[in-house]
């Protein structure tokens, strides 16, 4: 029995569909969609051809394609790059994120982590131990908010906060490498799958340990932004972080494999209260 639900505004959703789908995105995303299952879904990115993150992912297979779940703000722009790599495929991308709307809900639900279950028009996701992500039909809102005690969308942001799972925005577009923002951890990137854009500058990262930013979770007194710089104490003066997602004073950010390993100090500001860095599930 659902106990909270809480409705994702900040979600958009891509859907990919035609008798080539599957080939398509298998060779476009950092992870295996070839071989993805029905009743699953999976994590992966959309990256630039310098192995920057254009786009988090979660794909999820839905009638004859897939619906993509990304940054709303990313939608539009990400629907219609992609777009541009169909050429002579058999492949429609559309922003759908109006067709669809989105809840993250806590309570039981049976199966697997990512085990996705249908009922009528409704798309199921399990992402924790209690919570997973509802899809329905735009028109189904009003029936599915009343199916639990609603509460803010920071709630649910902020335990994804805390389950280490990055969402990129238009605030931190093109960033990062996959790696910096723990995407191998979370099984978001396949280094057996093939090539897609950035893939070479990617598992280049992967094996001669070239990733020398990581992504942590800091807390602080003040409210932190995406995109918004952090500072260490190694480097006075300069910007050496970067916030992901923030929900008031606790975010995700990447910063200097150094400052992580030598626990030096990082703060909003030079002058600024030094941030509590906290650990990561994914990191353990």
């Not at 093939?194 to 001669?208: D, F």
Request: with cysteine; hydrophobic share 40%.
């Amino acid at each position: 029995m659902t106990r909270k639900l809480a409705e994702l505004r900040e979600y958009g959703a891509l859907e990919v569909h035609g008798a080539d789908a599957r080939a398509f995105l298998h060779g476009q995303l950092t992870n295996d969609v070839q071989n993805l299952a029905e009743d699953r879904a999976r994590y992966a990115g959309w990256c630039s051809p310098k192995g920057r993150l254009l786009a988090s992912l979660l794909v999820v297979p839905q009638n004859d394609g897939y619906l993509l779940q990304l940054a709303r703000d990313l939608a539009p722009a990400v629907a219609k790059r992609l777009s541009m790599f169909v050429l002579r495929a058999k492949v429609k991308v559309e922003d759908a994120s109006d067709r669809w709307v989105q809840f993250g809900a806590w309570g039981d639900i049976p199966g697997e982590h990512l085990g996705v279950t249908r009922r009528e028009s409704e798309i199921c996701v399990r992402v924790g131990e209690d919570r997973y992500l509802i899809f329905a039909p735009a028109s189904e809102r009003t029936r599915l908010a009343a199916l639990g005690t609603s509460v803010g969308e920071n709630e649910w942001t902020l335990e994804e906060i805390r389950a280490g799972r990055p969402l990129i925005t238009q605030a931190t577009q093109d960033q990062f490498v996959p790696q910096m923002v723990n995407f191998e951890r979370l099984g978001a990137v396949d280094f057996q799958k093939g090539c897609y854009p950035g893939q070479e500058i990617v598992a280049r990262a992967q094996y001669r340990g070239q990733v020398k930013r990581r992504m942590v979770r800091a807390r602080g007194s003040e409210q932190l932004s995406p995109g918004q710089d952090l500072y260490s104490d190694d480097l006075p003066g300069q910007p050496s972080g970067t916030v992901v997602n923030a929900v008031a004073g606790e975010a995700l950010a990447v910063v200097p494999v150094a400052v992580i390993e030598n626990g030096v100090a990082l703060r909003t500001a030079p002058d600024a209260a030094a941030l509590e860095v906290l650990t990561l599930p994914s990191a353990a």
